[in-house]
């Protein structure tokens, strides 16, 4: 995936590593980290969407984290399999953790989530990862992409930036296939009159829904509002999604360095 790589990284010969495939016998060598894991209890569970959920997290300890970044998370009764979900707010002084978790069907976590969970249970989390952060070493003006539940970090993300003070404009672009696939909307709205360089687009792309007067198809809407390439730009939901999302905004020239993207696969 060479869009992913700056030039000056391929250079360095850096190489996304899902996506190579070894050509003949090869010796690798690993450092395994000594990861810090967290218990942390269940307190709050309510639906945001039909398939989606949210939950908060009351970790035992001080759980440090960046707005943006994500958690693994141990499904129960199968402690050798992890989860990543990001946390959908900024660090707290309650220190709780909030997830948008997307129902999936066969879904190990999701089910378990969704069928068995009750406040007061354990979960197991390892320690947060991820580059997907608010870069405060400039105050650009922001272009947030989101679909699905890749707006929880998103929506963290954002949050930092208000509560830092920034008044740089801010563009939020929502993406749902069907319309009770949004959450939040409710949420974003007024958020956006309380701030109002906060402008918040939701896009559907359900063709057959003929009641809907916004915006359609989450991309193209992208593109038509116009020029990018002074952003800084943030981009969350499937990696399809991702990947055309960088082929646009390398196309409308946003330099590579200003993209910042977290790719919800799969990781079962
Ligand atoms: C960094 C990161 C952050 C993430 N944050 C979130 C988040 O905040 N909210 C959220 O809902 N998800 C998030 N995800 C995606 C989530 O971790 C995966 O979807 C996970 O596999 C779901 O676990 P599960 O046990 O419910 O389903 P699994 O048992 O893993 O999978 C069940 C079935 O669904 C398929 N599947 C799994 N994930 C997807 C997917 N994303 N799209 C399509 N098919 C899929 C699998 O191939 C399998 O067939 C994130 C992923 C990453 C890598």
Redesign the pocket.
């Known amino acids: 995936m060479p869009l992913l790589l700056s030039s000056s990284e391929r250079a360095e010969h850096m190489a996304i590593l899902c996506k190579l495939y070894p050509r003949s016998d090869m010796r690798l060598r690993a450092e395994v980290l000594q990861e810090n894991t967290w218990t942390a209890k269940v307190v709050h569970l309510a639906p945001l969407a039909w398939n989606?959920m949210e939950l908060r997290l009351r970790p035992e300890r001080l759980y440090p984290y960046r707005a943006g970044q994500?958690a693994r998370i141990a499904?129960p009764g199968h402690p050798e399999?992890w989860?990543?979900?990001?946390?959908?707010t900024p660090p707290t002084e309650q220190g709780e953790l909030v997830?948008?978790?997307?129902?999936?069907?066969?879904?190990?976590?999701?089910?378990?989530?969704f069928q068995s969970a009750q406040i007061g249970d354990d979960l197991q989390l390892n320690g947060a990862?991820?580059e997907?952060f608010l870069r405060q070493d400039n105050e650009r003006k922001l272009l947030c992409i989101a679909a699905?539940?890749?707006l929880?970090?998103i929506e963290a993300i954002i949050q930092e930036s208000l509560s830092l003070g920034w008044e740089s404009p801010i563009h939020l672009f929502y993406g749902a296939k069907k319309r009770d696939d949004f959450y939040h909307l409710e949420e974003l709205a007024a958020l956006s009159q309380r701030y109002p360089h906060l402008q918040v687009t939701p896009t559907l792309s359900d063709t057959g829904d003929t009641g809907w007067t916004g915006a359609r198809r989450l991309l193209p809407t992208v593109a038509s509002h116009g020029q990018w390439r002074d952003h800084e730009v943030y981009l969350?939901g499937?990696?399809g999604m991702i990947e055309a999302a960088i082929d646009l905004l390398l196309s409308h020239e946003v330099p590579h360095e200003h993209i910042h993207f977290?790719?919800?696969?799969?990781?079962?």
């Open positions: 989606v994500y499904v399999q989860r990543s979900y990001s946390i959908a997830f948008h978790i997307r129902e999936l069907p066969g879904g190990v976590f999701s089910q378990w989530l990862q991820g997907f699905g539940t890749g929880a970090p969350c499937s990696p977290d790719a919800f696969a799969p990781n079962g």
